[in-house]
């Protein structure tokens, strides 16, 4: 048996599939006696989009895989089972689409903070991580991207809001 990792070490390998899931759930009983979360995810969303700084990625779709895992406040949906009570999957599916369907988007990076301030919107979320990878522009099968997590505070509330509503 492996020992645990501390909050905030990273795993050696690069291909580390669980790492957008895990880190957030094992870090999350380790905040001293604060309530842990209950998460929502989408793993291995993949798109055909356009994205790219590249001239050679300019006018071409390439595959893109999107995973997401939002931290939210504990969910009520046991009370009534209504899916009222918590944010709808579709909805993460959704910030992804609108954000393909919408300006054309250079960086990966710009792509994930955007994602993160649309998952961010609903008061109920709290921490959003997100991967996202390019899965054809290296060959042998290795992988691209970038990933980020970001956090609601009280400080960033009103900012996350204030820009949503630009990106709508």
């Not at 969303?45 to 071409?60: D, N, W």
């Not at 994602?115 to 522009?137: F, S, T, Y």
């Amino acid at each position: 048996m492996r020992p645990a990792r501390r909050c905030g070490t990273r795993r050696g390998s690069t291909n580390d599939r669980e790492s957008p899931a895990a880190e957030p759930a094992r870090c999350a009983g380790e905040r001293g006696g604060r309530t842990q979360a209950d998460r929502i995810f989408l793993r291995g969303y993949t798109r055909e989009i356009e994205i790219g700084a590249y001239t050679e990625e300019v006018g071409v779709t390439q595959r893109v895989r999107f995973d997401v895992v939002l931290e939210v406040t504990r969910n009520t949906a046991h009370i009534d089972d209504r899916v009222g009570r918590v944010i709808n999957y579709d909805d993460l599916i959704e910030a992804i689409d609108n954000l393909i369907s919408g300006p054309r988007i250079n960086l990966l990076e710009t792509f994930a903070e955007r994602l993160a301030q649309l998952c961010l919107i609903d008061p109920r979320a709290r921490r959003v991580h997100i991967r996202i990878e390019k899965l054809d522009r290296l060959p042998g099968g290795a992988t691209l991207g970038c990933e980020i997590s970001r956090h609601r505070t009280p400080e960033s509330n009103e900012k996350v809001w204030s820009l949503a509503v630009e990106l709508k």
